[in-house]
């Protein structure tokens, strides 16, 4: 089965940075656009950034833009989510996510068949 577990996730000061992992299995990789999503307390799930399963094209929520960078390595089944400048309102638990094979990435949630299990990232003032 679809298994997407992320990993890199911790506790970090207000202006580092993190990346995150997400290895995924099961599935035909090069054939599924993939996307980080994440979840603070009290709060909805909310894009992060995604990336197109042919060409590579990357999608960025305004927030992130500029700071986050999206990328995938389909030799080795992972997708990459680096994390600059980081802020507080940054800390939420990351979820990584794919779509059904051959979609386009979305900003929507309902988009995606498949989710990790997420990580915690956590930024301190």
């Known amino acids: 089965q679809v298994q997407l577990v992320e990993s890199g996730g911790g506790l970090v000061q207000a202006g580092g940075s993190l990346r995150l992992s997400c290895a995924a299995s099961?599935?035909?990789?090069?054939?599924?656009?993939l996307g980080w999503f994440r979840q603070a307390p009290g709060k909805e799930r909310e894009f992060v950034a995604g990336?197109?399963?042919?060409?590579?094209?990357?999608y960025y929520a305004d927030s992130v833009k500029g700071r986050f960078t999206i990328s995938r390595d389909n030799a080795k089944n992972t997708i990459y989510l680096q994390m600059n400048s980081l802020k507080p309102e940054d800390t939420a638990v990351y979820y990584c996510?794919?779509?059904?094979?051959?979609?386009?990435?979305?900003?929507?949630?309902?988009?995606?068949?498949?989710w990790g299990q997420g990580t915690q990232v956590t930024v301190s003032s």
């Open positions: 099961g599935l035909t990789f090069n054939r599924f656009s």
């Open positions: 990336i197109r399963w042919f060409g590579g094209n990357t």
């Open positions: 996510a794919a779509t059904g094979p051959y979609n386009d990435p979305s900003s929507r949630a309902g988009e995606y068949g498949y």
